[in-house]
């Protein structure tokens, strides 16, 4: 009954860890560089700011 579990294994477990690490670092430049890009792709579309994405206020404008 008192028997040491080592579940997960400690490889197992850094190798997760850092997978997650990854995943959020991805995650992170993607939506920074979705940012950087919002500007030219406005003006190549010639959109107007409340256009791109759902606004939750519509009295917002240029």
């Given amino acids: 009954m008192n028997e040491k579990i080592?579940?997960?294994?400690?490889?197992?477990?850094?190798f997760f860890t850092t997978l997650l690490l990854?995943?959020?670092t991805v995650?992170?430049?993607?939506?920074?560089m979705i940012n950087?890009?919002?500007d030219p792709i406005r003006s190549d579309l010639k959109?107007?700011?409340y256009t791109n994405?759902?606004?939750s206020w519509p009295w917002?404008?240029?």
Avoid: E
């Avoid at 080592?6 to 850094?14: I, L, R």
């Avoid at 995650?27 to 920074?32: E, G, Q, T, V």
């Fill in 36 to 38: 950087l890009l919002i």
């Fill in 60 to 62: 917002f404008h240029d």
């Fill in 47 to 49: 959109t107007l700011r």
């Fill in 53 to 55: 994405g759902s606004n």
């Fill in 6 to 14: 080592d579940w997960p294994s400690k490889k197992y477990a850094w």
């Fill in 27 to 32: 995650s992170f430049i993607d939506r920074a």
């Fill in 22 to 24: 990854i995943t959020y």
